[in-house]
């Protein structure tokens, strides 16, 4: 099975500060993977996907990448409906999916 | 628009049954690949099935193989996840999700899940 790692666990950040997350993947995955975020109560939004691909109407203040076992994903700026958990998805072992732990971000 | 909405959570003794329902509309439902992920409280995602657009290919997560079966009804746009033998650990909130159509890997949208809680 392929194991997915996320840091930081959680990260605090202010309004407008650049935020990066990474995911690491126990094998090499390729581009196979997706990013979502959630925030508290609700359902999981694609933000990502194929490593790198912005996912129509996402922000282009979201962006990933990476490949292989490292993966990045970037909020340029953040801004405060970006509060939330993200997960990362491998998707290279189809259709036995795995996700990262999450890694909250939250306010300073 | 695009949504999922699931039913048919509730509280349930371990090793009773529990059948859940996705309902989909705004799209042509047997284009699509679906699947459901489950997230325990306060916990991360876990992918548990998936069934092709046909309702032909079928797979499960090794937690829940021989105790859930998945299918599909393409005439009434519905999924659903029937759940036997439930155990404690099957306690989580429930989330069907299209697959997407060019690459049925990720998963977009989501429903707003549906609870289920195993607890004698």
Redesign the interface.
Known sequence: DIQMTQSPSSVSASVGDRVTITCRASQGISSWLAWYQQKPGKAPKLLIYAASSLQSGVPSRFSGSGSGTDFTLTISSLQPEDFATYYCQQANSFPFFTFGPGTKVDIK | QVQLVESGGGLVKPGGSLRLSCAASGFTFSDY?M?WIRQAPGK????VS?ISSSGSTI?Y?DSVKGRFTISRDNAKNSLYLQMNSLRAEDTAVY?CARA?YS???????????TLVTVSS
């Not at chain 2, 991360?44 to 992918?47: A, D, T």
């Open positions: 690949y699947s991360g995602l876990e992918w998936y797979y997560a989330y997407s690459s049925p890997r990720w998963f977009d949208p989501w429903g707003q899940g």
